[in-house]
């Protein structure tokens, strides 16, 4: 059951003046989350596609990038071709996401759409094979090591219902707030795809925090 199950630490929580160390720490992970921020779409500022471009380089894992960024129909192809593995848009500041997606699949990249924790997930129903992924936010987008919203578990529990109505293979994935406490809850949900930043750069071995989120997310999964 733990090869359907992922586990994405976000570098939000690393050290990023020793951003190679810490990379290097987490051999266990299935992807790297990549958090690009432009401090318009939301209130903070991270880097762009310099330092993801280092980062793509460096990583013993593929990047999972998640742009909380205006624009995306215009920057988020430049992220699929420096290589990313998976690249994540906010289906609030696209203005054709299908498109968009279609874009980043022709490139080479997963495509991913995120909801920040006031938008239904509704929205995407007749979408699903559109997209490689969807983002439920498990916080409001920004920061990191913010609280665990529970309330976002019944609108994660309507789309993993959906996707399987449909017979749909898209991953859903969960971010913010998510810990060995968290994440059990998150996978009886329907997630199996979990970013974890603090859980895992705050561990003494990261790799181990990895394997025990991989764990317990695993005997709660469907």
Known sequence: MTDSIRINPSILAADFVNMQRDLARIAAADFVHVDVMDNHFVPNLTFGPQMVERIQATSPVPLDVHLMIDDPDRWAPGYAE?????VTFHLEAAHEPVVLARRLRQIGARAGVAVKPATPVEQLFDVLDEFDQILVMTVEPGFGGQGFMAEQLPKLRRLADEARRRGSAVWLQVDGGIAESTIARAAEAGADTFVAGSAVFGAH?????????RLAAAQHSH
């Open 82 to 86: 420096l290589g990313a593995a998976s």
């Open 205 to 213: 071995d990261p790799d181990a925090a990895i394997a025990g989120l």
